[in-house]
Each structure stands twice: as structure tokens, then as C-alpha cells.
């Protein structure tokens, strides 16, 4: 198979070049001085309009990884952005803020808590530490990472706590284990849980990508089914 070396190949020889005729003597060059061009800012992508009002509406922060952040599916499928037009549908006056970063275990929603704040959400849906036990760390410091997370949003949102699960060859000591994580901490704390964010999707092929752990279109959206019924009470409706 032949394969372009990238050489540069040598410009031939002009064909005006006669030996023996007269070498034309070149001009000489006349400076010419160089007029300055101002620099023009690039807009910055997707930058709102300068007399664009501000987003006042209360903000509801979806924190997760990668199932929140919609792993595998096209823009627009993941649940918070399906949680965002069905709340607009139903007359719902609230902005879904997608903090979800695919690989974050508990340890790294500490490190992003500020990102979180920064927010000032009204609701928080936690969804943290399927990597964890993913990865098999130890409990207690999923445990403890997700206190941390809890007692700072506490000061001034309401929590949902999304629970998991583990794939069945973890095993029927640690799995159980690993779940009573979020019940416990749910009752600590009197937060809204939901035992089993992918409740009716995890284990059902139709409904989860090939890897057996995300959620596809549809998983997504039974997700985003679930994700509203809990949160729908908390919220106040505003006629559209």
C-alpha cells in the first residue's frame, strides 16, 4: 500500500532561465509600514444576550454522575433535561440544572460541592455512589463522603436521596450492605428517598444501554418518570 511520506517536492526550474541570456536584477523591496488591525473579541459560545433578563426561577440540581449526566445518549435524553420540558409542560416554574459528571464517585461530589452551591438550589436530587461500589470502596467512606454532601445542602435546600444497587456478583453480603447506606442516611436526616433511582429499568435490556448499567432513551425517560412523581410534591404549580 502506497503511503504519502510528506516530503516536500522541489519547485522546478522556471523555463525563462536560458543559459546564457541576462539574470534579471530584482527591484528593490519598499518598505511598507504595517497598520495595526484592533483585535475584535470573539463571542463566547452559547453567551447569552447582554438585555437578556437573568434566570430568576428557583433552581432544582440534579448531582450525579454519570446516569444524570446522560452517558450514551444524545443531547436533550438525558433525565434532567426530559424532568426539564416535562416540568415546563406541566406549568412548572423551575430551572433543572444538570450537575452530572460521568466516573464521580462521593469523594469527587465532595470536591464539586461549591460548583453545587453556586447554584443556590431549592432541591437537590443527590444521586452519588454507584461508583463507589463500583470501584468496592469501603462503606464507611461512601458514608461519610455523602453526610458531608447532605449537611451542606442542608443549609439551604431540600435533599431527595436516589438509592442504588449493585450488579448481582458483588455479592449478597456486600450489596445489602451497600443499600442500607441510603436508608439509613435517609432517616438520619428526614430526606425524601427513592430506594431505587433505576426502579423497573436496571436489569430489563429494552430499557438499558449494552454495558448493562446506563440507562438508554427509554430507561432514561421511566427515570425521568420516577425522578418527577417524587419531586412533583414539593413543588408549586404555576399555571402555564
Not at 469523594?107 to 452551591?117: E, I, K, T, W
Request: glycine share 10%; proline share 12%.
Amino acid at each position: 500500500m502506497a503511503m504519502w511520506t510528506g516530503c516536500r517536492q522541489e519547485e522546478p526550474a522556471s523555463k525563462s532561465a536560458v543559459k546564457g541570456s541576462p539574470q534579471a536584477v530584482p527591484a528593490p523591496a519598499v518598505p511598507v509600514p504595517a497598520v495595526p488591525v484592533p483585535a475584535v473579541p470573539a463571542p463566547a459560545p452559547n453567551a447569552a444576550p447582554d438585555n437578556a433578563p437573568p434566570d430568576g426561577r428557583p433552581v432544582i440540581a440534579c448531582f450525579g454522575d454519570s446516569i444524570t449526566a446522560g452517558f450514551g445518549l444524545d443531547p436533550g435524553q438525558s433525565f434532567p433535561d426530559l424532568l426539564q420540558q416535562d416540568l415546563d409542560h406541566r406549568g412548572y416554574k423551575y430551572r433543572v440544572a444538570n450537575l452530572g459528571v460521568s466516573g464521580d464517585t462521593t469523594q469527587d461530589g465532595v470536591a464539586r460541592l461549591p460548583q453545587l452551591m453556586a447554584e443556590k438550589p431549592m432541591i437537590v436530587l443527590l444521586e452519588l455512589g454507584a461508583n463507589d461500589g463500583l470501584r468496592g470502596l469501603p462503606l464507611a467512606v461512601t458514608r461519610s463522603n455523602l453526610e458531608e454532601i447532605i449537611l451542606a445542602i442542608h443549609t439551604g435546600g431540600r435533599i431527595i436521596l436516589a438509592g442504588m444497587t449493585l450488579p448481582p456478583n458483588y455479592g449478597p453480603e456486600y450489596i445489602p450492605k451497600f443499600e442500607a447506606v441510603y436508608r439509613d442516611l435517609a432517616a438520619r436526616f428526614k430526606l425524601t428517598l427513592i430506594p431505587f433511582l433505576l426502579e423497573g429499568v436496571g436489569g430489563n435490556a429494552g430499557l438499558m444501554q449494552r454495558d448493562g448499567l446506563h440507562p438508554n432513551a427509554a430507561g432514561a425517560r421511566r427515570v425521568e418518570e420516577t425522578v418527577r412523581k417524587t419531586i412533583e410534591p414539593l413543588l408549586k404549580h404555576t399555571a402555564p
